[in-house]
């Protein structure tokens, strides 16, 4: 059984126990479970899709990292022949998940 589920405005592809990097989410603990709705399609077996949800349908999923910090991506700036260079970098912050179980 796996569910396409929409969380913080990206869409995932999920299963039961898999493990998912998603943007950071504020206000969570580690242990605390998280319930998403907004699940977009969902298959058992028969394949259900949803306009623009499926009715019902939930992922459940526990916190295991609150705050993961991801690679670090550095941006660089130049124009030719002028000496302008600027480097800058960026982390961005995630939140790991373990998917517990999807009803529907």
Known sequence: MYGIVEIQGQQFKVEN???LFVHHIK???QGDTVEFDR???LDNGSVKVGSPVVDGA???CEVLDPLVKGEKV???HKKR???YRKL???RQQFTRLAVKEIIG
Do not use: E, P, S
């Open 17 to 19: 126990g898999q493990k």
């Open 81 to 83: 022949r002028k000496g």
């Open 58 to 60: 939930k992922v459940v």
């Open 39 to 41: 699940v977009l399609l």
């Open 88 to 90: 800058n970098g960026h």
């Open 74 to 76: 550095l941006i660089f």
């Open 27 to 29: 206000n969570v603990a």
